[in-house]
């Protein structure tokens, strides 16, 4: 469905287990500062929203989106996470330099996700306009943040309940 006709960030319909007992990784780009800082109070309140506690939830900032991938990478070597959030924001430019980017991190965190068997989320906005990333980061299509809190939560609790 067209995000047009929709606050993505609508979890109405869904089961969000307890986030309580996990621990959560939070990577941020510096990059769109404005948009990655909205990205990450949606994230985080909706963690402690759904019980986490605030001493199992760390976070890191990396310089652009194109380092959330090695940010995560080091999360995961240094800490026992349940899952990681990965908070970014790439604006379509004039150049091919957009799709690079996007490749490269949707690319990394699928190989994290595989090597470590744990969910390294993508939360990254990849939006043509700075106004559609402003939708997007708490306007009026929601917060990916939230959404990437809530995949955290319920990719933790399917590890839990598989092992």
Known sequence: MSSIYKNLSDFSDTTIPPAKGFRFGIVVAEWNK???ESLYEGAFQTLLGH???KEAITRINVPGSFELTAGAAMLAE??????VICLGCVI?????????I???VAAGLTELSVKYSKSFVF???????????L???GGKHGNKGDEAAVTAIKMAALARRLS
């Open 34 to 36: 404005e948009i990655t």
């Open 51 to 53: 019980g986490a506690e």
């Open 78 to 83: 240094k800490g026992n996470y349940d899952a």
């Open 102 to 104: 996007c490749q490269a």
């Open 135 to 137: 939708d997007r980061a």
């Open 92 to 100: 379509q430019g004039e150049t091919r330099h957009f799709d690079f």
């Open 123 to 133: 939360g990254v906005l990849t939006p043509n306009t700075m106004q559609q990333a």
